[in-house]
DNA sequence: GCCGTTTTCGGCCCGACTGTTTTCAGTCG
């Protein structure tokens, strides 16, 4: 059984852990941790670039990971590894992962007091052992326990999803900028990069007068407590468990804080080396010149850029995954935008289980300025969204062509389907029916724990069927609990492009599937891509813009995406696809 | 362990906060 991607990057985050608490130099620490990092992120599966003697065109693999990779793949362990767990207890790397302890911590918790995994910390810090040891205090044992705290909640509840998390936050940032003392302001972190998850809630204001809206968070109606509270900062929670942090900047620094409490942290390290190299050390504060120690200060983040002698970089693309390089060679992507879009190819009606009829959810993609729309009812196998008979099928296609005319022109209603992906892989309606239809997606909805191949094999029937268009939501994840679907990507890739047949990013904000890495793979590929709400209700037609963010993350400029296209063009597109 | 128009060795971002110190190590983002 050929280990994972994620099962390699897993391996070596563990190494990574083992090899602090051995008290192994920080950077050997983190080579390991930022090709962990990388192999997540990447969309091609490691034995198939193995074969090919690409794994080094990985960034932060070298000659040794390398071969660490391949000894993986070959033996389905690394000797290394289990060495390691020979001389380390392996509960003692998940006591690194307490907020509030760090290798030198941990190593002295094992020896000193024996402790080897997260019970017994948990154990010995309520019964107040831990500020036996020096240099530990009541304080550090009462931050170790919230540590614990926070570290299980995090496992029973995963992240935030980034459609939770940004509503939140703009409208928690909607409230300060109210106060006149709010000069500038924006969501930070990874949800300004919008990640599909987030941990904490980053907000920064610009402003020469803290105090005010640090006292305005902390009286908001949805905040539960103050956290801790500071000159220039506050940590608030909100009233569902999610912790905000609010920081005040001066104005005339604002664009190098917003720059550095943005990130990536991968994305920062690399910008400040280049930073260096022209004789500036970067900081939340500021440029300094390091021969005379001048300060730079810096309003707007397009400065920071040109300081450094590159242009703007949008923040989702900021993961260090090759934008600074291409930034500093002109070659920038073109990302897409909200205002690219005037098509929406998938969403659901009374038919099966939306929420709206045809004519409504018509009318209501023609207030969002969509051109066209597609009606995708879920097919007769899934019974629990009252899938569609083919007898059904026909008869809603009567619906759809009389609203179409009825809505004069204004925007063209198609008929398709949301086509099941039987467990067995078999498609839902046979080809004499799919060949009626304007537009057919197909999807995975059951099955999706089989094995590899089985899963696979599936998806790759569907898209050699030549009356398929779309495969809908790819991968299968729901944020942030299920995992997607262990498919061959490389070989979806492939089936695709001999296809012709796009791939969707599903912008509904539970989905985000397929994931950034994912559509930037297809993109380089030239596999069209197509981006669609879903929606079972009007309003969800309101969360196009994350499938817009996500797509944007994968380097996505609007002409590889048919829902910018012109209507003739998609028209013509379809028309090719076998009917 | 990675990486390279100041290359194959010697670097590897930067500052703030915390608690326990007696001038700073450890941790975090």
């Given at each position: ?157 995963g992240r935030t999803p980034l459609g939770v998390a ?95 409490f943005t990130g990536s942290q991968a994305h920062n ?272 037609m309101d969360l196009l813009h994350y499938g817009i ?31």
């Amino acid at each position: 059984m050929t280990l994972s991607n994620r099962e390699i990057a897993n391996i070596f985050d563990s190494v990574a852990d083992m090899l602090e608490l051995k008290g192994e130099i920080v950077h050997r620490v983190l080579s390991y941790r930022h090709a962990a990092d990388a192999i997540r992120e990447t969309p091609r599966s490691l034995s198939a670039m193995a074969e090919v003697g690409e794994l080094k065109t990985i960034p932060s693999i070298g000659k040794t990971l390398e071969e660490k990779i391949q000894e993986m793949l070959a033996t389905g362990t690394l000797q290394m590894y289990e060495n390691l767990k020979a001389e380390i207890p392996p509960g003692l790397t998940e006591i690194l992962h307490v907020s509030g302890v760090g290798p030198k911590r941990a190593l002295r918790l094992w020896k000193e007091l024996g402790i080897a995994d997260l019970g017994q910390l948990k154990e010995a810090a309520e019964a107040g052992k831990l500020r036996a040891m020096s240099g530990m205090g009541a304080k550090t044992e009462q931050r170790i326990l919230e540590g614990i705290e926070q570290l299980e909640k995090l496992k029973t509840e995963g992240r935030t999803p980034l459609g939770v998390a940004l509503p939140i936050a703009q409208s928690l940032l909607d409230l300060l900028m109210e106060m006149p003392q709010a000069v500038n302001g924006s969501v930070a972190g990874s949800l300004r990069r919008a990640r599909p998850t987030i941990g904490d809630i980053d907000l920064l204001v610009a402003s020469d007068d803290p105090q005010p809206i640090i006292e305005r968070l902390g009286s908001l109606a949805n905040v539960a407590r103050v956290l801790w509270t500071g000159p220039e900062k506050t940590s608030v929670e909100l009233l569902n468990g999610k912790q905000v942090d609010l920081l005040i900047i001066p104005p005339d620094r604002w664009g190098a804080a917003l720059h550095h409490f943005t990130g990536s942290q991968a994305h920062n390290i690399h910008f400040r080396e280049l930073a260096l190299e022209k004789g500036l050390s970067l900081s939340e504060r500021g440029f300094k010149r390091v021969d005379t120690g001048e300060e730079v200060l810096v309003a707007t983040e397009e400065e920071v850029f040109a300081l450094v002698g590159m242009p703007y970089i949008p923040p989702e693309i900021r993961e260090d995954w090759g934008e600074i390089e291409a930034a500093l060679e002109n070659r920038l992507p073109d990302l897409i935008t909200l205002d690219d879009m005037h098509a929406d190819l998938h969403m659901h009606t009374t038919w099966s289980d939306g929420t709206l009829s045809i004519r409504e959810m018509a009318n209501a993609a023609l207030a969002r300025g969509r051109k066209f729309i597609v009606i995708t009812d879920h097919s007769r196998s899934l019974g629990i969204t009252n899938g569609l008979s083919i007898e059904r099928l026909l008869a809603h296609q009567q619906e759809i062509r009389q609203v179409d005319r009825e809505m004069g022109g204004k925007i063209r209603v198609f008929h398709g389907t949301e086509m099941e992906i039987t467990a067995d892989g078999t498609l839902d309606y046979p080809d004499e029916v799919l060949e009626k239809l304007d537009f057919v997606i197909a999807s995975l909805h059951t099955g999706l724990r089989q094995p590899r191949e089985q899963v696979t094999m599936r998806i790759l029937n569907a898209i050699n069927n030549p009356h398929v268009d779309l495969i809908g939501h790819p991968r299968g994840q729901l944020i942030p609990n299920r995992e997607p679907a262990d498919l061959d990507m490389d070989a979806v890739f492939q089936a695709a492009k001999a296809s012709g047949i796009a791939l969707e990013i599903n912008a509904n904000p539970h989905r985000l599937d397929l994931e950034a890495q994912y559509a930037r793979r297809a993109v380089e590929m030239g596999i069209p891509l197509s981006i669609n709400t879903d929606a079972h209700r009007a309003g969800e037609m309101d969360l196009l813009h994350y499938g817009i963010l996500t797509a944007r993350r994968g380097w996505v400029e609007p002409a590889s995406v048919i829902n910018t296209w012109s209507l003739e063009r998609f028209l013509e597109w379809a028309q090719k696809r076998g009917r």
